[in-house]
């Protein structure tokens, strides 16, 4: 397997495990403070608000 297709495999997998560590954060959040947060929404948010600065 020639070294791009590592990292851009490698990339995907990264960017799974984050997905499944911002589930995680929004799970404890819930389960310590009742409160349902979306923090996909507020980094696109984030990002969008930094753009227009």
Known sequence: ???ALCLLLA???LERIA???TN???MVVYMIDGVLV???RIS???RR???HT
């Open 38 to 40: 979306d923090f996909n």
């Open 44 to 46: 696109r948010e984030s």
């Open 11 to 13: 990339a995907g997998h």
């Open 49 to 51: 608000h930094a753009r």
């Open 24 to 26: 995680v954060g929004e």
């Open 19 to 21: 997905d499944h560590i």
């Open 1 to 3: 397997m020639n070294q």
